[in-house]
């Protein structure tokens, strides 16, 4: 979020802790409890209530929530990015600056790299990806996508595909336990919405992935009805 005030009372932080922003956040028989207030010299001051818990949040290289914004398309050429950076702006729903980052840190993991392709191909089963970057030589990552005998630089997809890639690349690199997802429907066929629709639902009985999203889609809301709290 831009801003953190806007979810405080009346808009304003304030010092004192009655009117700070509270999270409580529960797993299983474990809780804690995130507090954000005004500090001092127009800092933030944040504390948590939880130690177990507590301190899975704050584990900066495993993050425990992930935020997958909607897309509306990606740069046509993207640098190389160290690791560290890549993964803040992921965190923050950053997701158009670091889209060819993320499948490249995917693809150095053989079995997750394998796992992410076999949804998307759920999906889009006529298509595939591929990555390549050598840090010797390379400024830019080379990502394509593949039909039959030709294959295009990826940022020729359609939106709906990015969308896709974007979601499960998330999921399959980072395998938070809380992903969050703004309207992963958007520019999708209402048949391919209903199917990332399972995927998810399929995604979340694998690992048991809590996942928060909010949706405009009816055919989307359909499919998961059952599934949703």
């Known amino acids: 979020m831009r801003d953190i005030e806007a979810p405080a009372p009346l808009g304003r932080l304030q010092t004192n802790e009655e009117h700070a922003i509270t999270v409580t956040l529960i797993e299983k028989n474990d809780s804690a409890c995130v507090t954000i207030r005004k500090g001092k010299n127009r800092n933030i001051t944040t504390s948590i209530e939880g130690k177990s818990l507590g301190i899975k949040l704050q584990n900066i290289e495993s993050p425990f929530s ?21 993964r803040k702006a992921a965190a923050k729903g950053d997701a158009n ?20 392709i076999e949804k998307f191909k759920f999906v889009f089963p006529d298509y595939d990806i591929s990555i390549g970057f050598n840090k010797n030589v390379d400024e830019h990552i080379d990502a394509k996508i593949l039909h039959d005998e030709s294959s295009l630089p990826i940022d020729a997809c359609g939106t709906g595909v990015l969308q896709a890639i974007q979601l499960l690349s998330y999921y399959y690199l ?32 694998e690992t048991g992935c809590q996942m928060l999203i909010s949706t405009h889609s009816r055919h989307f809301f359909e499919a998961i009805k059952e599934s949703a709290e």
């Not at 600056?97 to 992410?116: K, M, Q, T």
């Not at 992963?184 to 995927?199: E, F, G, K, T, W």
């Open 66 to 86: 992930i935020i997958v914004p909607g897309l509306a398309g990606i740069p046509a050429f993207e640098e190389y990015r160290p690791p560290s950076v890549v």
């Open 174 to 205: 980072y395998k938070p336990q809380l992903l969050i997802l703004d309207e992963p429907d958007s520019h999708l066929h209402p048949n391919n919405q209903r199917l990332i629709a399972l995927l998810l639902k399929q995604l979340h009985n």
């Open 97 to 116: 600056s670091v889209f060819r980052n993320i499948l490249l840190l995917l693809s150095e993991d053989r079995e997750a790299w394998n796992n992410f």
